[in-house]
């Protein structure tokens, strides 16, 4: 809820660019499954109200770029998947 999304010319500093996958509009949501090489898997972005990219530009393949105020991380330990022995 608090990545952002933006045109890669729009994007602040230290943004993440990738590809829309998919786009799903719900509403007053739009929920936007983007490719990158930031994670295996897509990353999905919320987007509520005026902050909502234009629906055209939301077009699959189309680059994009993540982004979210460093407060907002939060760091995750990596687990192991082997067993301890």
């Known amino acids: 809820e608090v990545v952002r999304l933006f045109t890669p010319a729009e994007a602040p500093d230290g943004a993440i660019r990738g590809r829309i996958v998919q786009t799903s509009f719900l509403g007053s949501e ?44 939060v760091l995750l330990p990596i687990q192991s998947t082997e067993e301890e022995g």
Not at 31 to 42: E, G, N, Y
């Open 30 to 73: 739009t929920r936007v499954a983007i490719d990158c090489d930031a994670s295996d898997v897509p990353l999905t972005v919320a987007q509520f109200g005026r902050e909502r990219i234009a629906a055209g530009e939301l077009s699959p393949d189309k680059e994009v770029a993540l982004w979210w105020e460093p407060d907002d991380a």
